[in-house]
């Protein structure tokens, strides 16, 4: 979808940062070229004196030198890429790539690689007036250096991310930011209520997928517009996430008067919907939960055995399930001012997310107290701030089943302390002696 293109172009504009360094480059370098006279400053000297061909064959000689140095640091990072992808899970290496220290610098080497090709370029067409002061060899050469400086930067601050507190700070950041500042800014402008539901009619039009790939993001102000425009109520029925064909059937669509749908309106209403042939984590919380997931899972491996980075992984998870209570979950309707839903819209509710976040943990984990301490510890928090009385059914659920699993155990005594933990847990969901830091957790989030 191209305006689903261009605003994740403008939203994240680093080609834009890119393309414009490049820009800059090719104009500095091509006018520093025609300087023939002493211009530097009394910091860094005179200009360096010298022909054409000496000139060109020093520029030439750096970005030799400044290319060959990029190459290497980027085999150096490409070990930490592949180590994310095999400790933890093959999902981090876009999400590492997009937030990699090292691409802050590639900017200012796309900066002095295109100042030293432009300026290459004009000294072969210039004429050769003989040795003269040449300043673009002088700002040449700050500028491979600053490149070189902000590189080893960059480079020291990237191996940071072997360090697993760092890839899960990571993910959680990006969920967070998926949640609070895409799909809550998007939604709090839109007059929504989750109980005007859109029932199928026996005539509605079914609203095909134009392409195949991965529900990436669903323009839910331009569905309702269109939808108000073209007199016609909408529902979506697969969630953001879910993979679907071309000619698939993604939802429906039903006339206000009855009669069928015309095939033009069928495609605008299609048209607001971004499919991707990727999964996308901006507007889809569950690809960065499953991500926490599968660390947790891998670090519970028989070949791993790292119970404490899985409880790491769970004490990000529950961070994000605490975030998530915030979000107006479960399906998504537009309203029109009289109440009547125009658009209806799939999406997870908080015990989905719950269910995603601790089955694979719970069938790994072969009954270890410390990942068993930290599911109470998410039953607890999403048992308290959830609003929807299904979603706390799931959290009192949950601690059944914990409490299912360390009972049948013939080791018991092993399980005392998580035992006790799970009985002050049961007491803050009746409401009796809740501690003060229970009481907090309750009212972390807003009525």
Known sequence: MPTHRLRRLFR??????????????????????RVQADTGWALVGHAWPGDLDDTRGALGTLLGFQVTVLTLVLSLNAPVIQSAANQYSPRLVPIYLKSAPLRRAIPFFALSSSFLLAAIREL??????????????SAAIVLVLVALGLLIVFLVRTFRFLR???????????????????????????PLDPSAALRLPADATSLVAPTSGYLAEVDL??????????????????????????????????????????????????????????????CDPALGLRILVD???RALSSSSNDPYTARQALQQIRSVMRRLASLPLGDWNVVDPDGR??????????RDYLFLAVDGPLHYAGGDPEVLEEVLQMALTVGLVARD?????????????????????????????????????????????????????ADWLPD
Not at 12 to 23: A, K, N, Q, S
Not at 251 to 265: E, K, L, S, T, Y
Not at 343 to 350: D, E, N, P, T
Not at 404 to 429: I, K, N, W
Request: aromatic share 4%; net charge positive.
């Open 389 to 441: 009385a299904q979603d706390r059914a799931a959290a009192h659920a949950l601690l059944a089943r914990v409490l299912a699993d360390v009972q049948g155990s013939p080791e018991r005594d092993r399980f005392h302390r998580l035992l006790t933990q799970a009985e002050r847990v049961r007491a803050s969901f009746q409401g009796e002696r809740r501690t003060r830091i229970e009481r907090c957790r």
């Open 124 to 137: 072969g067409v210039m004429e050769d007036a003989g040795v003269k002061p040449r300043p673009v060899l």
């Open 164 to 190: 697993v507190e760092r890839v899960l700070g990571l993910v959680q950041h990006l969920i967070v930011s998926a949640t609070e500042r895409r799909i809550q800014a998007r939604l709090e402008r839109l």
């Open 295 to 297: 660390v947790a899972n």
């Open 341 to 350: 839903a125009r658009v209806s819209l799939a999406a997870l509710r908080l």
């Open 221 to 282: 102000p331009a569905l309702a517009a269109r939808a108000r425009k073209w007199g016609v109520r909408v529902r979506i029925g697969i969630t953001v996430g879910e993979y679907i064909d071309r000619e698939e059937v993604a939802g429906w669509v039903v006339r206000d008067g009855r009669g069928p749908v015309d095939a033009h309106v069928l495609r605008d209403l299609a048209d607001t919907l971004a499919i991707t042939p990727v999964r996308e984590p901006d």
């Open 12 to 33: 994240e504009p680093y080609w834009l940062v890119l393309g414009g360094m490049i820009c800059v480059g090719v104009v500095l370098g091509t006018a520093l070229a």
